[in-house]
């Protein structure tokens, strides 16, 4: 983030951990709360009364951005940290231009050395790397292969139990014989394919749940087929199919060597959006959509972070960065990493494809990957429409179902007034979830709340 950046309310907010920590700060945006503001070119602070005698302290990073408050909270920004953010977007004047004081020079200092020590520390890993006597490739290929056998060998008892679920017939399915089912899910994990468990699982709990449940359940079905005849084939197909069965059957990916040997993409990256949702128990799961200005290639970024602690690395949508991407080997060509420290590039210039190029495009990645269930779509144009209680965007005179909370859907709606607006968004082949909404080529004008 810089001072071109967009620094919008939209932008601050999709950086909150939670609804309730966006809620809280918008209750904290009040000047007359904050005894001391400032701001530079690197930073953003200010001192915030709370219910004890000394205020809390608390800073931001602009170049990340990196938030840091002596408040005890867990999560991560704080809501002191947002409504700091929130005030700078909304009330600029309230910030004076000054020297920053002792306690945040100290922490950039404290970043940029840290920083420093990681760049020193990650090329000595390297060079330890290069001098190290090579590691027995023959051991570790024996391991892979172990385990693919298990995989496959389980996707061969799959595939029988499959063809008896389909000699039975959708209308058999009962509580008893979806025991089975968690049964058969329980053998995928024992075999060291977990993913292929929680497919099961997920088709099962769709089972007589909406109107369309016999297709619903066909379709999950029907994709575990494909995996165990692909399974079947493993060694016939490409490095990229093999790393979607990977993905599939939950076999990580090695960090490492994805940022060593994955395709490189190096181009000036538009944040199109980010998705917030809470998993399980406190574990929060992020997806950034990126576009390649010059590449015109889409990215995905996959984040986790526990307990409130929040993420390494912050994106600003509406933002533009400068950074090398590496990318997962798969048929989708979507999953990427970032090489580096992303730098900030100005405000986003939004892509502007037909709506013919996107879904062409949404063809071509389940071509290439059947498992994938969510691409990004950008959609020039789209008047968002409420019909018989349900949210629809039409572009180009096909109305697609969307998926989107109620707050989100009343709040789209109002920003469109019946006018077209350009949304980015995910597709999950049944409904379009909006992420962003702007006009033009300005900053976000909505953003998705955290769910």
Known sequence: MSASSPLTSEAVLALAPDAASAKAAHGLVRPAQWPLLGANDAAVWGECQGSG????QTQVDLAGPAFRCSCPSRKFPCKHGLALLLMRAQQPASFAASDAPAWVTEWLTGRAEKAEKQAEKQAEKQARAADAPPADPAAADKREAQRWQRIETAAQDLQRWLADQIARGLGALDDTALQGWATIARRMVDAQAPGL?????????GVRRGADWPEQTLLRLGLLQLACEALARREQ????????????????????????????????????????EERDDRLMERRVWLHGERSGRRAWLLDHAFGGRG????????????????FFPSGSELRALPLDTPTAAGPARWPAPTAREEWLAVAQRVAGCPWASLHPVVLRGALPLRHAERLRVVVDGRALPVSLSDADTWTLLALSGGRPLDLAGEWDGQAFAPLTAWAGDGAPLWLRSAS
């Open 237 to 276: 197909l490409t490095p990229a199919q093999q790393g979607d069965l990977r993905v599939v059957a939950s076999w990580p990916m090695d960090r490492d060597e994805v940022l060593a040997h994955g395709p490189r993409e190096t181009d000036r990256w538009t944040v199109l959006g980010c998705a917030l």
């Open 53 to 56: 005698s000394k205020p809390y």
């Open 311 to 326: 993420f390494e690395q912050s994106w600003l949508t509406g933002a533009a960065v400068d950074a090398t991407l590496a």
């Open 197 to 205: 468990g929680q497919r099961i699982q997920a088709a099962a709990a």
